[in-house]
């Protein structure tokens, strides 16, 4: 059975940061292109960055220069650093895995920057 298992979200003031880990488990995780994912309330859910089975890297403009995405393999992680949150960055932050056919989310965790 495949699982991705997000931790790491929670309340922090603005100009501060988290780290959020995704463990997969079932998959080898590092095959796949795995994806960060936010939703806002009341929005729609969105791409925030992703990284490719060939350590490729993408971000929204919204994060570029703030937000860093990374894996360890050997512990089939990938993980988002974020830094200099602002309050915008609220959301449900969900971790994605696809390749080919197959795609994997987690269940999210939350992300709320407020002072």
């Known amino acids: 059975q495949v699982q991705l298992v997000e931790s790491g979200g929670g309340l922090v003031q603005p100009g501060g940061s988290l780290r959020l880990s995704c463990v997969a488990s079932g998959i080898i995780f590092s095959a796949y292109t795995r994806t960060w994912y936010r939703q806002a309330p009341g929005k729609q859910r969105e791409l925030v960055a992703s990284?490719?089975?060939?350590?490729?890297?993408n971000y929204i403009d919204a994060v570029k220069g703030r937000f860093t995405i990374s894996r360890d393999n050997a512990k089939n992680t990938v993980y988002l650093q974020m830094n200099s949150l602002k309050p915008e960055d609220t959301g449900v932050y969900y971790c994605n895995g696809r390749l080919s056919h197959r795609e994997y989310w987690g269940k999210g965790t939350l992300v709320t920057v407020s002072s």
């Open positions: 990284i490719t089975s060939g350590d490729s890297r």
